[in-house]
């Protein structure tokens, strides 16, 4: 018998699972499979946007900051504000070019950054004690994943709460917030419960935001309860099959106006081959 539930793949298509998911994979499926295939699937190359560009090298800071931190090193403000710049300078190369508009759009988005990350250091969020992980990459089975579930947390507080790090141009609204980075923050704690046998308090969000006078916002909420669980591993699952059976397809919406592959999506014809 045939399961509406679970529609039978397309006939001649051969199912391989992935080897994993992570969150941020799975996201970027569910939000558009045609535009995962393009990007993670055939890999096509495109320049790397500004807000991608600073987002890692704040990332990259941080990290620098909290293993200071963690191992005893140097934390001081010019320190991190190096450790940025070096950053900033080397993905250029090591990564392929940025779609700056102009030298110019590229200096501020540099001094944006070290704004940002200043205020962060300067702000009651920044790390103080000696944290459990810094950055640190989870690979672990998950009941009802047919796939390991892998993540990169940049965070472990001592409490073995996690922390993950967003830079944005706007001061986000805490309730949307919570519920946009749900799946992600589900798997963290997921992935922590499975290694250590212990439930994180708290599951939190911080926000560098980068306005004319840099602010940091964070958001936390609660530990999820065995429904969040259960509706995080259906939501991976319903990718990971998804993906195995070769299902990409357009999915049209507000995130067209900015994708970077609407020249290869005008052209689908219905494979992906």
């Given amino acids: 018998m045939i399961s509406l539930a679970e ?13 994993h998911i992570s969150p941020t994979s799975a996201k970027d499926y569910l939000g558009c499979s045609l535009r995962f295939f393009f990007g993670r699937v055939q890999a096509i190359p495109r320049a790397t946007s500004p807000a991608l560009h600073l987002g890692k090298s ?9 293993n200071a931190v963690w191992r005893g090193g140097d934390t001081s403000p010019e320190a991190v504000a190096k450790a940025f710049d070096e950053v900033f300078t080397a993905l250029e190369k090591d990564e392929g070019p940025v779609s700056w508009k102009t030298p110019k759009a590229r200096e501020k988005a540099r ?4 704004r940002v990350i200043a205020a ?7 790390l103080k004690e000696s944290p459990k992980a810094v950055e640190v990459f989870l690979r672990e089975d998950i009941d009802g994943l047919s796939v390991p579930l892998t993540g990169a947390i940049d965070l472990v507080r001592q409490d073995l709460t996690p922390v993950d790090f ?6 986000p609204a805490p309730e949307n917030a919570a519920f946009d980075h749900e799946l992600q923050l589900v798997c ?23 306005t004319k006078t840099p602010q940091v916002i964070p958001v936390s909420i609660a530990p999820a309860d065995e ?5 995080a591993v259906m939501m991976l699952e319903t990718a990971v099959q998804g993906i195995a059976q070769g299902r990409f397809h357009p999915q049209p919406g507000m995130h067209c106006s900015w994708c970077q592959f609407r020249n290869e999506c005008a052209q689908w014809k219905g494979a992906t081959s």
């Avoid at 963290?188 to 980068?210: C, H, N, R, S, W």
């Fill in 188 to 210: 963290y704690q997921m992935m922590i419960e499975k290694a250590t046998g212990e439930t994180p308090p708290a599951l939190d969000l911080l926000f560098l935001v980068k």
């Fill in 166 to 171: 967003k830079t944005s141009a706007s001061k």
């Fill in 227 to 231: 429904h969040r669980k259960q509706r």
């Fill in 111 to 114: 001094e944006d950054g070290l």
């Fill in 58 to 66: 704040a990332h990259a800071a941080l990290e620098f900051h909290h």
């Fill in 7 to 19: 529609p039978p793949p397309p006939p001649n298509k051969v199912q391989r699972l992935p080897a």
């Fill in 120 to 126: 962060y250091l300067d702000s009651p969020a920044a």
